[in-house]
């Protein structure tokens, strides 16, 4: 069972497609953590929305690969060199299990990589396990700054 | 220019040279010093000047004769004293304006004075001194020939001649009218350095030289070299005295006075000897030259005794050698114009064919080929590590060690025309004296300098028969007061000599266009490879846009797919559902949208396999396949099958992960379509020298070692040999024999001939199948 918090953990999802977005948000609520959702449908929005968020301290960013505008391997190239944003995890969820996809994202910095299963319980199970892992097992960044992102 | 010291000590070592005290005693005419002789020919008189102040510093010592002073009185004095002030001041002014350096120019006709007749007065400077030289003039009372309107007809009539021979008679011809001497001949150099009279006119009682061939001593080398500097030297009495300067040096320098530009410069004995040989009693002869190189000579010879040729004529002949020299080449390109055509026309033939067939094998086996060009005997291209060979030719082992022989020839150093030839190959590679009959004659040219690849042409030996003026062996000498010396041959007779190891010569058309196709084939070559990179560059690009295909396959076809299995997800789910006619088909629904999801994945995974670098390396089967059977699983499959190997594999050059997917893709049908209770796999091989026969392989498979696997199946017919292998392609319902995408042997099938192996079967329904197959990687592939 999740730990009683007393602020809610902020979640900025970059997906662009609805159906995706929706089966996020199922296995959000299934998780049963206190989470406020900010979605943002493309890489840029997401960014604008995470650097709106970073005094809130993001606890996560699920992030899906392409997006129109500034996809998704473009934000989290920008999210891992900017000192502000740095330490927010990132996770991938992409359709592609292209290799060269998967060698880039890490490359870039992303904490975790996971291909969306089509079978809808299977993609909704993939979800709530690293919600929670990310909100129960993971030791997150606290609200202190480190040295090197002064 | 100052003939550097002879290496040879000279009797004259240690006092200057003079024709008159020494020239009998040259034992070697590559030594005499013939640009100083010391000496004028007597006919004419010659003043040395101080240019500051025109002081006398050296004088003929005929001086008396022609300006009626003798020599010494003039010595220190002003030039005045020996050609009045009016002379002087004439003088003063030419030399202020003219450009008389090296160049000696008709300043002024002296008037006559007591018994001294008119003198035509010539002037340069050389070496920092004004040298005068004073000789009859021809100008008359009656006035000139207009020289200017002569030369312009014989330069039209030039112009017009088809053949570098007629140009060259219509040469002679018109210098036998302009000087009126009895023989003028164009005297041809050969690559040897022996001569030839090419074109002949003369006086119609005299003997004809025309084709005869001269040794190359009797134009001995320093009177080539004056020939490089002048362009018209007079002899007009051969048996005519010499005046020696006085004093020999010049006073002010210590150093002979350099006489290259005189028109009065005194002949060598050997010369004046060898003119007498001839009877020939005056001369006058003028070079034609080429990019400073002599091609030949213009010889003008008299017989009935002197023969003054004026100032004003020496100046037109002089005048019309250097349109000679220029117009000859045109004139030998003109006769070879058809030829050049052929050969270009030819040449491009061969480069578009070569271009179209991708490679220059066609050289020498299309047609046309390198021998439907040049007039040779026999072609050869060493390209791509082989000779390739047309017509006569030497051996492929005489090639190869001619090949080498070119290696060094210094012509190929040339960064603008490397190119070598000639048409006597074994005097300059002994070796080649085996192929005279086929290669007395080559031409080569390389078509890149580390590769050594060469383009030759071979011209038979054509046994020759020279005509020779006079035995060219034969070297007279007589008794001279430092013993025998050398002197002229005296017998002009015709000899006749046949000459082996000879071709007939290459033309500098047939070079011309050697050099020209080369340039042509390199470009090819450098046009080849950049057409390769940019058919790699293509490839590259491809690839890219078969990745980008896979991306949307995989993203943009999946996540609608995701879309539709999560509604029927859902409406399933929804209680309100209850018909299940209804659940039934949303049932199918997201069944149907999994199975596409597979298919896809088989797809991406296909192309992947077609396109993936292979890490190929030395690899033992019998892990592969123990892994294999551990990722299928088989051991805890119901009723556990019996995989047998009955004798251990043996390694193979292979990429060890899509050797595995190979096995497991055939082990996995292997246990899935069989029905017997107790399924059976076999997994062997047959050596490459044991009997392949029972196998069925395929040609070009012999040879190899052939694996195979055999199961106690369902069997296939034999009619459905060739669909079990195509993409998505099920010989069973599809959820028969446990369902799968059809993908599996299309896999199987591009990883063997990714390794550039084979795969094939025999069958047997309800018995069993037999897959074999080759693996035949290639180290790096």
Redesign the interface.
């Known amino acids: 069972m999740p730990v009683t918090r007393q602020t809610p953990f902020v979640l900025v999802i970059v997906e662009d497609?609805d159906?995706?977005f929706?089966?996020v948000q199922e296995a959000v609520d299934r998780a049963g953590f206190p989470v406020e959702v900010f979605r943002a449908a493309t890489g840029g929005d997401g960014l604008t929305v995470l650097r709106a968020q970073a005094p809130n301290r993001p606890t996560l960013v699920p992030m899906d690969?392409?997006t129109c505008g500034i996809d998704g391997r473009e934000a989290l190239a920008a999210i891992k060199v900017d000192p502000a944003l740095k330490c927010v995890p990132v996770v991938v969820l992409?359709?592609?299990?292209?290799p060269?996809d998967i060698g880039f994202c890490y490359a870039a910095g992303a904490n975790a990589y996971h291909v969306?299963?089509?079978?809808?319980?299977d993609?909704v199970r993939v979800l709530v396990d690293l919600l929670t892992y990310w909100m129960s097992r993971a030791v997150l960044p606290s609200g202190e700054r480190t040295a090197d992102e002064k | 220019m100052i003939r550097t010291t002879p290496v040879r000590p000279t009797p004259w070592d240690g006092q200057p040279y003079s024709i008159k005290r020494h020239g009998v005693t040259i034992t070697n005419c590559d030594s005499e010093p013939v640009q100083t002789p010391g000496c004028v020919q007597a006919h004419g008189a010659m003043l040395v000047l101080r240019p500051a102040d025109l002081t006398v510093l050296q004088a003929s010592e005929n001086t008396d004769r022609l300006l009626g002073h003798r020599a010494d009185t003039l010595l220190n004095k002003s030039v005045q004293v020996a050609i009045g002030s009016d002379g002087e001041a004439r003088l003063k002014a030419f030399f202020a304006t003219e450009p008389t350096d090296r160049n000696p120019l008709y300043a002024f006709t002296l008037p006559p004075r007591n018994d001294v007749p008119p003198l035509d007065v010539t002037a340069h400077t050389v070496d920092g001194v004004a040298v005068v030289e004073f000789e009859a003039t021809g100008r008359t009372e009656a006035g000139e020939p207009d020289y200017y309107a002569l030369v312009k007809k014989t330069v039209t009539r030039l112009q017009s001649a088809k053949t570098l021979q007629q140009f060259c008679d219509l040469t002679s011809d018109e210098f036998r009218t302009l000087t009126g001497l009895d023989r003028v001949v164009i005297y041809k150099f050969h690559a040897d350095g022996h001569g030839e009279v090419f074109a002949e006119s003369k006086r119609a009682d005299l003997d004809p030289w025309l084709g005869l061939h001269y040794p190359a001593g009797d134009i001995p080398e320093p009177a080539r070299e004056v020939f490089k500097q002048i362009w018209v030297r007079p002899t007009p009495d051969v048996a005519g005295e010499l005046a020696e300067l006085v004093p020999l040096t010049n006073p002010d320098t210590g150093r002979p006075l350099t006489m290259t530009h005189c028109a009065l410069r005194g002949a060598s004995v050997m010369y004046t000897e060898y003119l007498e040989n001839m009877k020939v009693t005056a001369g006058l002869t003028m070079p034609i030259r080429r990019d400073g190189e002599l091609w030949g000579l213009i010889a003008c010879h008299h017989y009935a005794g002197p023969k003054h040729v004026p100032y004003q004529v020496r100046a037109a002949c002089e005048f019309l050698a250097q349109v000679v020299s220029l117009q000859y080449q045109a004139a030998e390109e003109r006769e070879h114009l058809v030829y050049r055509l052929k050969l270009d026309g030819t040449h491009q033939q061969l480069l578009a064919q070569a271009a179209r067939d991708g490679g220059l094998a066609s050289m020498t086996e299309g047609r046309p080929n390198l021998l439907d060009g040049m007039a040779a005997g026999g072609a050869a291209l060493y390209h791509h590590d082989r000779w390739w060979r047309v017509g006569t030719t030497p051996s492929d082992a005489q090639l190869d060690a001619l090949g080498e022989w070119l290696n060094d020839r210094p012509e190929f150093a040339s960064p603008t025309r490397p190119l070598y030839a000639t048409d006597s190959l074994a005097q300059q590679c002994p070796p080649a004296a085996a192929f005279t009959d086929v290669a007395s004659g080559l031409v080569a040219v390389p078509l890149s300098r580390l590769n050594r690849n060469w383009m030759l042409w071979f011209r038979p030996e054509t046994i020759q028969t020279v005509n020779w003026g006079g035995n060219p062996h034969e070297k007279p000498t007589v008794p001279g007061p430092h013993g025998p010396r050398l002197t002229p041959r005296r017998s002009f007779e015709l000899f006749q000599e046949s000459v082996r190891g000879r071709s007939l010569p290459w033309l500098a058309v047939e070079l011309d266009a050697v050099a020209r196709l080369r340039m042509l084939v390199m470009e090819l070559v450098v046009s080849r490879a950049e057409r390769l990179a940019d058919l790699n560059a293509d490839l590259t690009h491809s690839n890219e846009q078969l990745d980008a295909f896979n991306y949307v396959a995989s993203h943009d076809l999946k996540e609608p797919l995701r879309g539709i299995h999560k509604y029927a997800h859902q409406l399933l789910e929804d209680a309100v559902i209850v018909d299940q006619d209804h659940r039934r088909k949303l049932s199918g629904m997201m069944r149907l949208a999994l199975r596409m999801d597979s298919l896809l994945d088989s797809l991406l995974h296909f192309s992947r396999v077609g396109r993936v670098a292979l890490a190929t390396e030395w690899t033992d089967l019998n892990e592969v396949v123990a892994e294999s059977i551990e990722m299928v699983d088989a051991r805890r499959s119901e009723g556990p099958p019996e995989i047998v190997v009955p004798r251990p594999l043996p390694h193979a050059l292979c990429d060890r992960v899509w050797c595995r997917e190979i096995f497991v893709n055939l082990l996995s049908n292997a246990l899935k379509y069989n029905d017997k209770p107790q399924k059976r796999v076999e997994v062997g091989f047959i050596a490459p020298d044991e009997d392949h026969s029972r196998s069925g392989c395929p040609e070009g498979s012999a040879g190899h070692t052939i694996y195979y696997m055999r199961d106690n199946g369902i069997g296939i017919p034999a009619r459905h040999f060739e669909q079990i292998f195509k993409m998505f392609k099920r010989l069973h319902g599809r959820d028969d024999y446990g369902g799968g995408t059809g993908a599996g042997l299309t896999i199987v099938q591009k990883l063997i001939e990714r390794h550039h192996g084979r795969v094939w079967l025999d069958s047997t329904v309800a018995e069993g199948t037999t897959f074999y197959f080759t693996l035949q990687g290639r180290v790096g592939t």
């Open positions: 497609s159906e995706d929706d089966t690969l392409n992409s359709t592609s299990a292209n060269k969306k299963p089509v079978r809808h319980p993609h």
